[in-house]
């Protein structure tokens, strides 16, 4: 049943900002976060996580407006309630489709924004807007901190003009601008009248102030961060130079835009250290991404293991473990399980992604411990030229071997966690902090 205006995409379509007036909030802060997908499912998940968390730790009430498959529990997002999470459900009317994803490859079933028709658009936008009062009525938040510039942030600037919003962009949807342009219309009028964007690096920065017409005055990098109570240095290890096998960890959807399949290809080639076995450990499901194909791929290669999604607590276990952490993504919004498996005392062999160097402490390349790969040429946002591919698998591997044999040289600790120790969620809250309450003091 409608329970807004007529036609929500009309209404996106002729979005114009209004004068407001913001009254300064008493008491406990107020924040309503929305996540249109699964939490702790992918790094938006995970943010969003970090945040109610440290939310709660600063005194503040909150709720979250996420979307769920029909059937799945309701997530652990703590220390939020049962009765602090609003679900949109999908896979049931009025929105009998997969849930959608900020990438077209999910770990879990769902639709591509791409392939949505006109009625799915509205069908979403109506089941948001229904969940959206409802969520409200009785909270009233004093701050709405949204996920990612896209449909249900625009979506919220049009359903409470006279509330502050802060957005934070995690790339994704920078892709989908791309991906699915038909739906541009419907988000950036809205999008661009947000109070207070959090980037993820000058890089990020530059492309939503270009493509949303967002000022720098409203975009402020915050970086995104790791949980540094599971993410840390094993209590005891034997160092590389100890032990008989070194291991590779992946971590991410074990897809071909992930570089998965290459990476592959490049273990087939990486030069063993003497003396030394080697294994790859992949932590993540496919999705609809071509999964059980990359498993064919790596079928007869006996020190490849698919360890399939992991928690949080059970990825850090296996990193603490871990000798090196690769990443041969063709695109990332800020791959935090970087910094994540740094601060595990992993060596890291990783693309060189646009944004990568202005958020990592740039000794760590100097010093070796980082080694990027350089990116084939690429069609879209993250589609390979294939005349690109077999330099980049013979790139891969050289890195990989090259920390493999660093790896083994190891003989006691290496001191990388400290480097990274600023780059916690306590860190990254400090600022987010300091912007909610500069925007709960009042209007722009």
Known sequence: MKTGPQNLSQALLEFSPASRFRKKTSGPLKILHLLSQQPGKTGSGVYL???????????????????????????DVPPLAADDLFAVRFDR???????????DIMPYPSTRFSTFTDAMREDYLQAFWNILNTAAKDFKPDIIHSHHLWLLTALAR?????TP?????HGTELRQLVNAPKLAPFVVPGCRDVDLVFALHEDNKRQIMTAYGIPENRNQITGAGFRSDLFRPADSCVPGFGREELTIVYAGKISAPKGVPWLIQAMRRVRVPEGKK???LLAGSAGEGGGEEIRRQAADLKNVVFLGALTQTALADVL????????????????????????????VVVTDLPGLDSWMPEDLCADRVVEKVPL???????????EDLARFVDDLSKALSRQLEMA?????????????????????FKKIQAAYLELAGGFR
């Open 158 to 162: 049009f359903r409470f003009p006279d």
């Open 408 to 428: 083994a040289a190891c003989k006691g600790e290496a001191g990388i966690a400290c480097r990274v120790a600023g780059l916690s969620w306590e860190g990254v």
């Open 376 to 386: 084939p040429r690429l069609v879209g946002p993250d589609t390979p030229i294939s």
């Open 93 to 103: 009317p009025p929105v009998s489709f997969h849930i959608p994803g900020m990438s």
């Open 320 to 347: 603490r473990e871990a000798d090196v952490f690769v990443l041969p993504s063709f695109f990332e919004g800020l791959p935090l399980v970087v910094v994540e498996s740094l601060a595990c005392e992993c060596r």
């Open 278 to 280: 080697i294994r790859l």
């Open 49 to 75: 996580q970090a945040m109610t968390v440290l939310g709660d730790r600063a005194g503040y009430r909150q709720r979250a407006v996420i979307g769920l498959p029909g059937d799945a529990p309701l997530p």
């Open 165 to 169: 919003i802060c957005v934070s962009s």
